[in-house]
């Protein structure tokens, strides 16, 4: 697990390619437990979003590496939660999209028209949900729990959840909760690319819901007691 969860670190991609990308791991043959922990660390810590998050919080080297530890940290752990309780049947494979025996540039054609095809339409659907209840939950109500400790975090991983930003670019977002605490901040850069609208809805349509309804609800808690945890000892 600790090996897939760093390999992410070497794909430039943000979330929304993970899932399609993971669900081609498995279907090749790669432990599942492993594609997921790549699923989830590949968006977190590659170079583009560690790049992102230094320039978004300039000469504050601690939360690039709080964001590359708290991440790493969760992916490894869900990675090897599935190994221990993760049942077969919770996961529907891909199924082929050519046929056997069809020669590379004919896999690669139909592979990427089938993950876009497949993938895009949930992934509209995701962002259409996020943009509504982004303009519907009013910025006041955040600022009123800013200045309690262990809500404030909750309240920036919900907001995580609900907007659905690019990992690429919530390191900046994040920067403009400035009254949050900076685990709270932390949680938001963590759990975003963990689990959120339109990820659930694109993982439910590459691996089933029967596998989105249990992975998501993981990725939640062990991303925040990771966040605790490295926030308390870097933050």
Avoid at 10 to 31: D, T
Avoid at 147 to 161: I, K, N, R, T
Wanted: hydrophobic letters at 60%.
């Amino acid at each position: 697990m600790p090996v897939a969860g760093l390999s992410g670190a070497l794909l430039p991609g943000c979330e929304c390619a993970s899932v399609p990308i993971a669900g081609s791991l498995v279907k090749r043959g790669v432990a599942p437990a492993a594609a997921l922990t790549f699923l989830l660390a590949a968006p977190a810590i590659n170079p583009v979003v560690m790049i992102a998050t230094a320039v978004a919080f300039a000469g504050r080297p601690e939360v690039v590496l709080a964001r590359f530890a708290a991440s790493l940290l969760a992916s490894v752990v869900i990675g090897w939660i599935w190994v221990r309780f993760g049942r077969a049947d919770w996961l529907r494979l891909p199924a082929p999209t050519h046929a056997e025996g069809a020669g590379r540039w004919l896999v690669f054609r139909d592979s990427m028209l089938h993950d876009m095809m497949h993938a895009g339409g949930y992934l509209v659907v995701g962002a259409l949900a996020a943009a509504s209840l982004n303009i519907l939950v009013p910025r006041e109500w955040l600022l009123s729990v800013a200045e309690e400790p262990v809500v404030s975090v909750l309240v920036l991983a919900a907001l995580a959840v609900v907007l659905s930003i690019c990992s690429e670019a919530d390191a900046f977002v994040a920067l403009s909760f400035t009254d949050f605490s900076p685990t709270a901040k932390l949680a938001f850069m963590v759990i975003g690319p963990m689990v959120d609208l339109k990820l659930i809805a694109m993982q439910a349509a590459v691996f089933g819901w029967r596998f989105a309804v249990r992975f998501a609800p993981l990725c939640l808690v062990v991303g925040l007691l990771s966040t605790f945890l490295i926030g308390g000892l870097l933050l």
